[in-house]
């Protein structure tokens, strides 16, 4: 005799509760990743090939004399973050850790390209900061030991004598687009630039310091930090505001 299943078996209920749980806590999930950059909690909105509509740059200042000449210049990008107009909401860009590498010669460095939700953002927040060993950075300008590690290193000349500079300082920077906000939708790819002036971490009282001379150190490492201010649309990429 054939077996009839017993549709009142308690079994049976279970299975198909746990069943609709799974796909409803997955339903559910879903929702919050998918919004929760409008509501402010937080999570990382990643590259999406062929649908990427935001790409951040760096921009380098040129500049030096006969006493200073820098010939690398780089520092370890931590995370960047938009703001909206109303500041009440924001979105994690993943655009790191990795090491932005400034391009000496003026030009834009791309730091990285994403998925952005469509809406108007008026400043630009990032971080950096020394890798930690979860980072994935491997560059040993950065990395001596697990104790000694740096958030920006300098290489140039010195009154003709080479040098490099090491810094561990970490920068939190809040910066407001210059004119008006930045508006991203679904086309075109909008670009950003942050500029910053290298030389200018080693300028002093009218002149360049030695960045040989630990005195000099709190110097120069205020000197990043207040470096870090300008930030602006820059759909051409020639590091100048559109």
């Known amino acids: ?137 491997t560059d040993p300008d950065f990395i001596e030991s697990n104790s000694r590690r740096y958030s920006v290193v300098v290489r140039g000349y010195y009154n003709s004598v080479p040098f490099t500079y090491k810094s561990d300082l970490t920068v939190v920077k809040e910066i407001a687009f210059e004119g008006a906000p930045v508006s991203i939708g679904a086309v075109p790819l909008v670009y950003i630039t942050i500029r910053l002036e290298p030389y200018s971490w080693f300028w002093e009282n009218g002149v360049f310091i030695d960045p040989s001379i630990e005195g000099n150190k709190h110097i120069i490492d205020q000197n990043i930090k207040l470096s870090l201010r300008r930030a602006f649309r820059d759909m051409d990429q020639n590091g100048e505001p559109d």
């Open 1 to 137: 005799m054939d077996k009839v299943q017993n549709t009142n078996n308690p079994r049976s209920y279970l299975k198909k509760f746990t069943s609709y749980f799974a796909f409803g806590s997955l339903y559910i999930l879903l929702i919050i990743f998918f919004t929760s950059c409008q509501d402010n909690q937080g999570d990382v909105i990643t590259s999406s090939a062929g649908e990427n509509n935001f790409s951040a740059g760096f921009y380098s200042s040129p500049g030096g004399d006969n006493s200073l000449q820098l010939t690398e210049a780089k520092f370890v990008l931590r995370k960047l973050v938009l703001e909206t107009e109303n500041s009440e909401n924001e979105c994690d860009v993943k655009l790191g850790p990795f090491i932005i590498q400034l391009d000496m010669t003026a030009k834009v460095v791309n730091a990285g390209i994403a998925k952005m939700p469509f809406g108007s953002y008026d400043e630009v927040k990032f971080q950096v900061h020394k890798p930690t060993p979860n980072d994935g950075i």
